[in-house]
């Protein structure tokens, strides 16, 4: 999804300022949404790549005046009316106007150390990979609607295959709910003046993880 979320190589937002000591939570409603959305997680009601698309969709003006766990609670407020759980109205109210949905799992306190640990999204492969270690790729110039995890920094640009790292589900199609569709993911090395531009340091190397279905043969 091209989106004000994919800020890559984006100009006139200034250098990224880390905080100095900068704690786990900035406010006590931080750490509510984040528990917030691991329990919603666990009921398997959508997957990890609609959790992103999901933020993708804000609005850019919302986008850009939110915070990291603001954004997290704008989407699941989203998903949450999206899946029938509740509507805008009840959330706005606070409570709920209704009976609620009956959900398949919910998470317990026994469940709360399994649910901090990422899955595994490796999958058996449908075929050979298509590229090996050492050959010269071309991302491609796409430009969809929906999640995509290829950076537009990245696209219609030549680089090298660094590594396989195996098959794994398809982000861009488990994002819009059209199955794993598990694809080959490679590392990719670009020179930097690949990316931008003779300006850029000469020595400097950029990598992305990139799946099969974006590259073709330079």
């Given at each position: 999804?091209?989106?004000?979320?994919?800020?890559?190589?984006?100009h006139?937002?200034?250098?990224?300022?880390?905080?100095?000591?900068?704690?786990?939570?900035?406010?006590?409603w931080?750490?509510?949404?984040?528990a917030?959305?691991?329990?919603?997680?666990?009921?398997?009601?959508?997957?990890?790549d609609?959790?992103?698309?999901?933020?993708?969709?804000?609005?850019?003006?919302?986008?850009?005046?939110?915070?990291?766990?603001?954004?997290?609670?704008?989407?699941?407020?989203?998903?949450?009316?999206?899946?029938?759980l509740?509507?805008?109205e009840?959330?706005?109210?606070?409570?709920?106007?209704?009976?609620?949905?009956?959900?398949?799992?919910?998470?317990?306190?026994a469940?709360v150390?399994a649910?901090?640990?990422?899955?595994?999204?490796?999958?058996?492969?449908?075929?050979?990979?298509?590229?090996?270690?050492?050959?010269?790729v071309?991302?491609?110039?796409?430009?969809?609607?929906?999640?995509?995890?290829?950076?537009?920094?990245?696209?219609?640009?030549?680089?090298?295959?660094?590594a396989?790292?195996?098959?794994?589900?398809?982000?861009?199609?488990?994002?819009?709910?059209?199955?794993?569709?598990?694809?080959?993911?490679?590392?990719?090395l670009?020179?930097g003046?690949?990316?931008?531009?003779?300006?850029?340091?000469?020595?400097?190397?950029?990598?992305?993880?990139?799946f099969?279905?974006?590259?073709?043969?330079a």
């Amino acid at each position: 999804m091209d989106g004000i979320h994919d800020m890559g190589g984006m100009h006139g937002f200034g250098k990224v300022e880390p905080e100095e000591n900068e704690p786990v939570f900035h406010a006590e409603w931080e750490g509510r949404c984040l528990a917030l959305n691991r329990a919603m997680g666990f009921t398997r009601l959508w997957t990890i790549d609609q959790t992103r698309a999901g933020i993708e969709e804000l609005p850019p003006d919302v986008y850009l005046s939110s915070s990291y766990y603001k954004k997290w609670a704008l989407r699941l407020e989203n998903m949450v009316v999206q899946q029938g759980l509740a509507d805008a109205e009840e959330i706005r109210n606070g409570h709920a106007a209704r009976p609620g949905r009956p959900l398949k799992r919910k998470l317990t306190l026994a469940d709360v150390d399994a649910s901090l640990t990422r899955g595994s999204y490796a999958r058996p492969a449908p075929a050979p990979a298509r590229f090996k270690v050492g050959d010269r790729v071309r991302t491609k110039n796409i430009h969809p609607a929906t999640h995509t995890r290829l950076p537009r920094y990245a696209r219609d640009k030549v680089g090298t295959i660094a590594a396989l790292r195996g098959c794994h589900v398809f982000p861009d199609t488990a994002a819009i709910g059209k199955g794993e569709n598990p694809q080959w993911l490679y590392t990719v090395l670009f020179d930097g003046r690949e990316l931008w531009g003779e300006a850029a340091e000469s020595l400097l190397k950029v990598s992305i993880e990139a799946f099969e279905p974006y590259l073709e043969p330079a």
